[in-house]
């Protein structure tokens, strides 16, 4: 649980880092606009995105604990790249590569915790799992918007995760970290909850209804994020910084880790999603309704993370009901791969929308017709 954990929160802490802090300092000192930067988060994404399905299929042959080792060099080497970077361009190759380690991740981590969890416990691991996930896009940011500079900020992210590979190595060895499914003997099934079988009958149906709203809900958050700072820039309170409204909005969205799987426990988990998807739309049309009346749109901003944090518990414990135990990590491989392919675009297109308007109600409208 640990090493998953902690890999998710350096995992969200570099998705989160560029848009929230770096996006308008590197633009400056790289000499290029809001928009050509929110092309550096759409590498990361794509390279999510594309790294997803290998990470699932090896964690299924070889090991999740080994796809994970393989995961924190990469982000070490990503986020050290990120901080050397002298130009856009190698700035943007090594968001990509930072991108790859972070979907490297989620097929390892998630199908480890899912495999190493009892089914009935296992909504809850996921909410816990999610805070760490949040609480890495509380840090993180925080160390890019030191004195040090945002270069530094990648640096100790790049430690971070070389610390991560000597420890899962070393747990590996140790026999303590290990993917129960490749044990031989009584050992190997220890710990790995039994399967869930759902019924063949709509099964696809469901499959495809269940990517495609987590193909949507991908689009929504990466988008609210890349606009959501801005938005606190344009119409900050002055008697609150507004790194510490961001940091505020970002603790929100971590409760909601924690209640998603606390609401993903049952069989109505699906319910429950279908509902907190209709209750984003209200949200993000009442923020752009709201954006200038003062401390309202910082309100809805939260109300959001915590809607949209919210559904990741329940989205890894409906998907992984759907799973054999064999497939685990490749079905949270094609989940990735399909939401983050889908996804990609939305840093772009947000950007692009609030250049255009000069403000964010437009970007708001937009993400609430999605």
């Not at 190759?93 to 981590?109: D, E, K, N, S, T």
Request: glycine share 12%.
């Amino acid at each position: 649980f640990w090493v998953s954990s902690v890999g998710h929160a350096m995992c969200h802490g570099s998705k989160l880092a560029l848009p929230l802090v770096t996006i308008k300092v590197a633009a400056d000192e790289f000499g290029v606009g809001l928009d050509r930067m929110g092309w550096a988060i759409t590498a990361f994404l794509i390279g999510m995105g594309l790294a997803s399905v290998p990470a699932g299929l090896a964690g299924d042959r070889y090991g999740t604990e080994r796809v994970l080792v393989v995961c924190f060099g990469l982000m070490a080497l990503g986020a050290a790249s990120c901080g050397l970077a002298e130009s856009y361009t190698s700035f943007v190759v090594a968001q990509a590569l930072l991108g790859v380690a972070a979907g490297l991740f989620h097929p390892a981590g998630l199908g480890l915790l899912s495999l190493s969890v009892e089914s009935d416990k296992l909504g809850e691991a996921m909410g816990r799992f999610g805070m760490m996930g949040s609480a890495g896009m509380i840090v993180v940011p925080f160390m890019m918007n030191s004195s040090l500079g945002w270069r530094a900020g990648f640096y100790g992210l790049a430690l971070g995760a070389a610390v991560m590979v000597a420890v899962s190595l070393a747990l590996i060895s140790r026999g303590v970290l290990v993917d129960h499914r490749l044990r031989s003997g009584p050992a190997a099934s220890q710990g790995t909850p039994v399967a869930e079988q759902p019924a063949a009958s709509g099964l696809n149906v469901a499959l495809v209804l269940l990517l495609g709203a987590m193909s949507v809900n991908a689009f929504l958050g990466a988008g609210w994020e890349t606009i959501f700072p801005e938005t606190i820039k344009d119409v900050g309170l002055l008697v609150i910084n507004n790194q510490a409204i961001a940091s505020g909005i970002l603790v929100v969205g971590g409760i909601g880790q924690y209640v998603g799987g606390i609401l993903a426990k049952d069989a109505m988990a699906a319910s429950r999603y279908a509902l907190i998807l209709v209750l984003q739309c209200l949200v993000l049309l009442g923020t752009a309704t709201a954006v200038d009346r003062s401390a309202m749109p910082f309100m809805l901003l939260g109300s959001f993370a915590f809607f949209n944090t919210m559904t990741m518990p329940i989205e890894n414990r409906i998907l992984a009901g759907f799973t054999s135990t064999r497939r685990r990590s490749t079905a949270f491989a094609m989940k990735f791969v399909v939401a983050l392919l889908i996804a990609a675009p939305a840093p772009f297109i947000a950007a692009g929308l609030y250049e255009g308007e000069a403000d964010s109600q437009g970007v708001y409208r937009f993400l609430a017709l999605v």
